[in-house]
């Protein structure tokens, strides 16, 4: 399993709000259109969201990022957003049964 991990923040609530409405806008792609097999927006606070995206491997996002990765810049340039992006494998998973 491949799993991404951003975290973005905004200079203030309102700029998370919007990206927050965005990023739920762009569920029927999720669906349509990509690789993804499971997608999280967590608020952390502080005009921050948490993001974890997960892929049956690293070439299913790659993919997948080709066209996600425009929208998300796009977006988050035009809320003034910081993106932190931690992309990696799964080296150790526990799942209850």
């Keep these: 399993m491949f799993i991404r991990v951003f975290i973005i923040k905004f200079p203030n609530e309102n700029k998370k709000e919007l990206a927050a409405t965005f990023i739920e806008s762009l569920k029927p792609r999720f669906e349509k259109e990509s690789k993804i097999l499971e997608f999280q927006t967590l608020d952390i606070g502080e005009g921050k ?19 996600f990765h425009p929208k998300f810049t ?8 910081i993106l932190e992006n931690i992309p990696g ?8 049964p």
């Design 49 to 67: 969201l948490l993001n974890i995206a997960r892929y049956k491997n690293k070439i299913e996002f790659e993919e997948t990022n080709k066209w």
């Design 74 to 81: 796009s977006m988050m340039k035009e809320l003034d957003g």
């Design 89 to 96: 494998e799964t080296i150790i998973e526990y799942k209850r």
